[in-house]
């Protein structure tokens, strides 16, 4: 049995009366990919927001690594290792796609404010290098100079999880990171996740594409209703009734 | 990875010489006189401080006449107290003006777009007030703050001799009025400029830019924005006081009036009529708005005759009457119209003119057409 990183326990949240989470259980483990499976409006973003810091949950609690999630504000749970690709892509629109690598490529990994108002960026190499070889990952190397504001949507989502992946982060949150997607681009986007699970982190994703989900997933959640139905392999996700009739009813 | 050969030594040389001869290729103009240079210089000082917020950072200043005025009087009392020496003076109008930016920027920064706006043309507003009512020991009220036979100048007094009238301002014995003040604002013009491009190129500045593109993102990016935002908060007004100090060292005294909310908004035209978040576009601003209220205010009826006397009598009377609305006391209508006309038609000032221009002529275009304006473009 490997170590649970990200534990979600009881947690409930509401908005006005409609109850988006209610007494979701989560465990994560280390080094896996979990996918978050379920209807639209089952609550899977609310799951997420609540995980980054976004939304407070009205009760329960987000664990990290022994870290009360939601004690703590959006930055300082980056700090400790959370990075996340949002739905809508969270971009800087008006910098070049080497700018918006950059910044969290300079967010500083201990937490303190660093203002370095002389140092040049010209000069720091090292970080640019790297910052380069992030957006040669996800193949938007050639479109470097760009303004990210003119990119396609599919590719606004490939430079957030550069954003996010030069982070090294210890959890990556993916929220649809290949919705708006050629069929060509998901693949290589699967291809690249597959390459980042080699390298032991430990994601949880959203995902609508089946084909996606059960090419990286290890453990599948069921999210209805604001409710987990069903957990477990996809093997054992496949054959579960509940799900079926919950989610994939129409397929079978 | 390529190595650049860097162009700082370059730019900073080509700005120097542009600045230092601005006495030369300003005299076809009609602004080769040191009393408007030197307001050339000091408000372009004012203006860059102000980019380095509103440019960067996206945060909209209503107020940051106020650190001009704390730099003013700060200066002045230093030239009272102390010495007639202007670096002292500068460097009191500095301190001071970042302590005020400090607590009015603690305040305002917890608040966003309009409501950040509101809140500091409130402090600014208040300063304002205060300086005419409950400050006036400080401040000399509406008379404003003055050199005065009795002042002490601690300093000065263990060195010379107080002479019979009053003391002029200088720099280790070179009087600060005319061209030599002129001078001296050219020098403490190209140091902030040199600062100015150092933020906009470090990662700092990287930092204030991706506050403005994507405040949300830079959270979940692991940066808490509130210490950058107050930094340039600070940095941009003392770069105020800097310039207020300016204003004191090349004429001391200093009234409320600088305070008032109508200066605030000054800066702010200057800043949008050159470009916001370019390097020199709002020193370009500042210099047409500075020489619209000096040369169009100074026209009168009679220079106006003198300009149609090529026309027949009735239509030069006719002539006469329409443009006089916009000269004399009438120029801030001419600015306003210049201003809509900006924001109408180039809504990224005159510094997005300029990217038009150059693309025009550098073979119809030859960069790709979605290589939209960055803001560095300004070099």
């Known amino acids: ?252 | 990875m390529k190595q650049i050969v860097s162009r700082e030594p370059f730019a900073l040389l080509a700005f120097a010489v542009v600045i230092l001869t601005m006495p030369l290729w300003l005299t076809p103009l009609g602004a080769n006189y040191p009393d408007l240079l030197q307001k050339f210089a000091i408000f372009a000082i004012f203006a860059m401080g102000f980019n380095i917020l509103f440019g960067l950072t996206g945060y909209l200043s209503f107020g940051h006449a106020a650190f001009l005025g704390v730099g003013s009087y700060a200066a002045v009392w230093s030239f009272k107290l102390f010495t007639m020496n202007v670096l002292p003076a500068i460097a009191f109008g500095m301190a001071f003006s970042g302590l005020f930016a400090l607590l009015i920027g603690y305040v305002s920064l917890r608040r966003s777009g309009i409501y950040f706006s509101i809140l500091t043309l409130a402090f600014a507003q208040m300063c304002y007030n205060l300086a005419y009512s409950v400050l006036t020991p400080i401040t000399n009220g509406e008379t404003g703050l003055q050199l005065t036979l009795q002042d002490p100048r601690i300093i000065d007094r263990i060195f010379v001799e107080p002479g019979p009238g009053l003391p002029e301002t200088n720099l280790f014995g070179i009087d600060m009025s005319g061209y030599p003040g002129f001078y001296f604002c050219a020098v403490v013009l190209i140091i902030c400029f040199f600062i100015t491009r150092r933020i906009f190129k470090s990662p700092f500045g990287l930092t204030l830019r991706g506050i403005k593109s994507n405040q949300g993102r830079m959270g979940y990016t692991g940066y808490s924005t509130r210490p950058y935002t107050l930094a340039a908060f600070v940095i941009s007004g003392m770069f105020a006081g800097l310039a207020g100090s300016l204003l004191a060292v090349t004429d001391p005294l200093a009234g409320a009036e600088r305070l008032q909310w109508t200066a605030s908004g000054e800066v702010v035209l200057m800043t949008i009529l050159g470009g916001v978040g370019t390097l020199i576009g709002p020193m370009l601003g500042a210099w047409i708005i500075k020489y619209f209220e000096n040369i169009f205010s100074s026209f009168n009826k009679s220079t106006l005759s003198e300009i149609f006397s090529f026309l027949p009598e009735n239509l030069q009377a006719f002539a006469v009457d329409i443009s006089s609305l916009f000269v004399g006391e009438g120029w801030h209508l001419t600015l306003g119209l210049l201003f809509m006309l900006v924001v109408i038609f180039l809504p990224g000032g005159v510094m997005e003119g300029w990217r038009r221009l150059v693309k025009r002529f550098s073979g119809g275009g030859g960069g790709s057409p979605e290589s939209a304006p960055v803001p560095q473009a300004a070099e």
């Open chain 1, 1 to 252: 049995m490997k170590n649970s990183v990200l534990h979600v326990t009881d947690v409930h949240k509401s908005f006005g009366g409609l109850q988006a989470l209610s007494d979701v259980d989560l465990n994560v483990e280390e080094g896996t990919t979990h996918a978050i499976i379920g209807p639209n409006g089952a609550g899977k973003s609310t799951l997420l927001n609540v995980c980054v810091g976004r939304l407070k949950p009205d009760h329960g609690h987000v664990v990290f690594n022994g870290e009360v999630l939601d004690e703590h504000t959006p930055d300082e749970i980056n700090q400790l290792g959370v990075s996340r690709v949002f739905q809508t892509p969270e971009i800087f629109p008006d910098l070049t796609l080497l700018e918006n690598v950059l910044i969290p490529a300079f967010a500083s990994r201990d937490g303190s404010f660093s203002l370095r108002p002389f140092s040049k960026l010209r000069k720091e190499t090292e970080i640019r290098d790297r910052a380069e070889q992030a957006l040669a990952d996800v193949g938007l190397a050639a479109l470097k100079d760009r303004e990210a504001a003119a990119l396609s949507r599919g590719d606004k989502r490939r430079l957030e999880l550069a954003m996010c992946l030069i982070q090294q982060p210890k959890l990556l949150l993916l929220d649809e990171p290949t919705a708006g997607m050629s069929r060509h681009d998901t693949n290589r986007t699967v291809d690249l996740l597959k390459t980042i699970k080699a390298r032991g982190m430990t994601k949880v994703i959203i995902e609508h594409d089946m084909h996606v989900v059960f090419s990286l997933a290890d453990k599948i959640s069921v999210l209805a209703q604001g409710k987990i139905i069903a957990s477990g392999t996809p093997d054992e996700i496949k054959g579960n009734p509940k799900v079926q009739e919950a989610y994939l009813g129409g397929a079978h």
